[in-house]
């Protein structure tokens, strides 16, 4: 009795345990800092290493600081702050394909000591890994050996692929400028369609410039910017399910000032990291039954989890909010600007087809105090939950997120509310595991006894087709069925069926 191996892959994606690393950043400054309005910073990745059982990752936080010094004047710095962590998990192999998201929760200034200025970050990791897993399957080739077979339907990887695109955007100001104050850009993948050895992804560059007039006056513009790239990609078709993400990479933003007769003009060159992985469906043969006539066989049966993947959507809705200043802080008697938007999503789950999205968005306002001519800040945190229409078939997978904010504006009512206003968009991407089982080993236990008579009546009950009552009577299904040409299967009532067997001298 002989088998032959009939493995198959399936793409199987583990979503790796969140943590989080503290950042401590230490930035020179070439000016005498009298007070800190604002401080913002985003976490981004440089490169990762797949290990047994570790991925080494390396990333910086773009930190920037807008204060006041010494001669009442508004300065910015910016510094890009290296950094290096890890992920262990015994699911992670050797050639497996990584995803890893940094999202800043949270960056304070700890001190000021001369010309430096010591900040510290908490920055939350995620990571995931995916890869083809082999699935081991077995079919017969012995004549004795009766198997039922069947297709099923799997998910496999087909590879992943990264480029750069760069994003250009014009802001063109009516009024000289006397300095760009500071400059926020983020990305949001918006649609992702596969072709013949590419993927093609879709998205908006949003950035917010804040600027000081010649006049003296805090301006910022919000710059919309859309881009369609197509990245190669071996092996994707356009029947490929496709998955993208986007990254800016903030220490190679490029802002430009051209000053004009009667204006300005602030350019932008965004450069854009594209990260896209393809997937196929294929189909698989596999034995789903067997059974042999001439020996009583020992089977294994084997579950195996297989990732499917579902095509991203981008949410989108509205935050409001207020915050009442207390009375030990100074009123605002003047919205000079805000800076350090951000947004962090610290929930999200479907149910009921509907998805949430729970999270907080940041902002840190600038405003002047008439009574002792001061500009103070103050941090805005504004709580919020969005819902949208989400249905899928199963419910409990995997869900990551990628969120923007825009559109932020800030009014202040009686001096100590204020009131906050903004939109954001979330690009959802969901994924869940489908389980099945598969016969991966059969033994021989032992031999049947030879049939040593010449007819035998089968008890055959009802509901049973063909292949039941030959499996139980241990004869080949096609010998059943010419030996009992007239049964129709399945059976509508319990019968005897009759088989005649040659007996042998």
């Known amino acids: 009795m002989a088998f032959e191996s009939n493995n198959f892959n399936v793409a199987r994606k583990y979503v790796l345990q969140k943590g989080e690393v503290n950042i401590e950043c230490n930035i020179s400054v070439s000016d005498e800092i009298t007070k800190v309005l604002s401080v913002s910073g985003e976490a981004c990745l440089s490169g990762s290493e797949v290990l047994q059982g570790t991925i080494n990752y390396t990333g910086y936080i773009d930190a920037c600081i807008v204060y006041l010094n010494n001669e009442g004047e508004i300065g910015k710095v910016n510094s890009t702050c290296p950094f290096s962590s890890k ?27 001369g010309d430096n200025i010591k900040a510290m970050a908490r920055v939350e990791e995620i990571g995931e890994v995916v890869d083809n897993q082999e699935v081991k399957s077995v079919k017969a080739i012995d004549d004795d050996i009766c198997s039922r077979d069947e297709t099923i339907n799997v998910v496999r990887l087909i590879g992943e692929a990264n480029e750069t695109v760069n994003v250009n955007s014009e802001l063109n100001v009516r009024e000289n400028v006397k300095r760009i104050i500071l400059t926020e850009s983020q990305v949001l993948v918006k649609g992702v369609e596969s072709g013949s050895n590419f993927v093609s992804v879709t998205g908006d560059v949003i950035s917010r410039v804040l600027y000081l007039t010649e006049n003296d006056k805090f301006e910022s513009g919000y710059l919309y910017e859309s881009f369609k790239e197509e990245v190669e990609l071996e092996g994707a078709t356009r029947e490929s399910m496709v998955e993208a993400h986007a990254m800016i990479k903030r220490d190679s933003v490029n802002v430009t000032l051209d000053q004009e007769d009667k204006g300005a003009k602030i350019t932008l060159e ?3 990291a594209l990260h896209v992985i393809a997937y196929e469906e294929a189909q698989a043969l596999v034995v789903k039954d067997l059974y042999s006539t001439k020996n009583q066989l020992n089977i294994t049966t084997e579950s195996f989890e297989m990732t499917n993947v579902c095509q991203s959507v981008v949410v989108e809705g509205k935050i409001d909010g207020s915050l009442t200043l207390g009375e030990d802080r100074p009123r605002v008697d003047k919205i000079m600007f805000v800076g350090g938007n951000s947004i962090v999503i610290s929930n999200s789950y479907i149910r009921d087809g509907e998805i949430t999205l729970e999270g907080i968005a940041r902002s840190n306002v600038i405003y002047l105090n008439d009574e002792d001519s001061s500009l103070n800040s103050v941090a805005l945190e504004v709580p919020f939950v969005i819902t949208d229409k989400f249905n899928v078939e199963n419910e409990g997978g995997e869900i990551s997120v990628e969120a923007i904010v825009c559109d932020v504006d800030v009014a202040v009512k009686k001096g100590r509310e204020l009131f906050y206003d903004a939109k954001v968009k979330v690009c959802v991407n969901y994924c869940h595991d489908e389980v099945a089982g598969v016969i991966t080993q059969v033994d021989a236990v032992e031999e049947l006894p030879e049939k040593d008579y010449g007819l035998e009546v089968i008890f055959a009950k009802a509901g049973q087709d063909s292949w039941d009552v030959a499996k139980e009577a241990k004869v080949k299904e096609d010998m059943l069925l010419s030996q009992n040409a007239e049964t129709i299967f399945p059976l509508q009532e319990d019968e005897n069926l009759i088989l005649f067997y040659q007996k042998q001298n």
């Not at 050639?95 to 000591?113: P, Y």
């Open 87 to 113: 992920f262990s998990n015994e699911a992670i192999a050797n050639g497996q394909k990584a995803n890893i998201f940094l999202k800043v929760q949270d960056i304070t200034v700890e001190s000021i000591s």
């Open 270 to 272: 965004v450069p854009v």
